[in-house]
């Protein structure tokens, strides 16, 4: 049974490396900024968050 080319388009599930570098070279400042805020979080985190140190001995 011969294939329309609609039902070969339908199955064609390759993925293009050119295409996923395309795609984060467009968002990199997306990339870069969630980066960057989650970088900062962090580092307010280190800051504000109360020392608590705790020792054992046996």
Request: proline residues 5%.
């Amino acid at each position: 049974m011969p294939n329309s080319p609609e039902q070969s388009q339908a199955y064609n599930d390759e993925i293009d490396l050119a295409d996923l570098i395309r795609a984060l070279w467009q968002g990199k400042w997306l990339v870069i900024g969630v980066t960057l805020a989650t970088l900062a979080l962090g580092i307010a985190y280190l800051v504000i968050a109360p020392k608590s140190y705790t020792a054992s001995l046996n």
